[in-house]
């Protein structure tokens, strides 16, 4: 998918989930419905890079496929914007965390919380769970006790 096509997916896309706005509202959160249209039409892939099934477009397709959503739903565009940047972020990352996210699915989506507010430990297991629709977490906390400065970390 091109550029052009993947804007014009998103105006395409825009009425219906307009249609949704007052059950995103009334639910607190993504309806279903928007988010299949998001994973069906690539709308979300549209920064991961291409080795990883994503489209690899231009930032500024992606950023002019937020504000048409938003236009539609500011919810809904919020949720595109915020969940379908991670993609560019997680391919700034070394290879290597890059498979163990994409490796066996590359529809995989991470959600985020970068105030520093909490302290974790570093354990082998994985220690976070999916808020909603993603299965891992870009964080930013304090990693070791003793007041070290916060750490980026997914």
């Given at each position: 998918?091109?550029?052009?096509?993947?804007?014009?997916?998103?105006?395409?896309?825009?009425?219906?989930?307009?249609?949704?706005?007052?059950?995103?509202?009334?639910?607190?959160?993504?309806?279903?419905?928007?988010?299949?249209?998001?994973?069906?039409?690539?709308?979300?892939?549209?920064?991961?890079?291409?080795?990883?099934?994503?489209?690899?477009?231009?930032?500024?397709?992606?950023?002019?496929?937020?504000?048409?959503?938003?236009?539609?739903?500011?919810?809904?565009?919020?949720?595109?914007?915020?969940?379908?940047?991670?993609?560019?972020?997680?391919?700034?990352?070394?290879?290597?965390?890059?498979?163990?996210?994409?490796?066996?699915?590359?529809?995989?989506l991470i959600s985020?919380?970068?105030?520093?507010?909490?302290?974790?430990?570093?354990?082998?297991?994985?220690?976070?769970?999916n808020p909603d629709?993603?299965?891992?977490?870009?964080?930013?906390?304090?990693?070791?006790?003793?007041?070290?400065?916060?750490?980026?970390?997914?």
């Open positions: 998918m091109d550029d052009e096509t993947y804007l014009r997916s998103a105006r395409q896309l825009s009425q219906a989930i307009r249609d949704r706005a007052a059950e995103c509202e009334s639910l607190r959160r993504l309806p279903d419905e928007t988010f299949e249209c998001y994973q069906r039409s690539g709308l979300l892939r549209a920064l991961q890079p291409r080795q990883w099934g994503g489209l690899e477009l231009s930032p500024l397709s992606f950023f002019g496929a937020v504000a048409e959503v938003a236009a539609a739903c500011p919810s809904s565009g919020w949720f595109l914007g915020v969940v379908g940047v991670h993609n560019w972020q997680l391919g700034l990352f070394p290879e290597g965390a890059q498979r163990d996210v994409w490796g066996k699915d590359t529809r995989v985020s919380s970068y105030a520093p507010t909490g302290k974790v430990e570093r354990v082998d297991a994985h220690a976070l769970n629709k993603a299965s891992q977490v870009f964080g930013y906390a304090e990693l070791h006790p003793g007041g070290t400065p916060p750490e980026f970390f997914l």
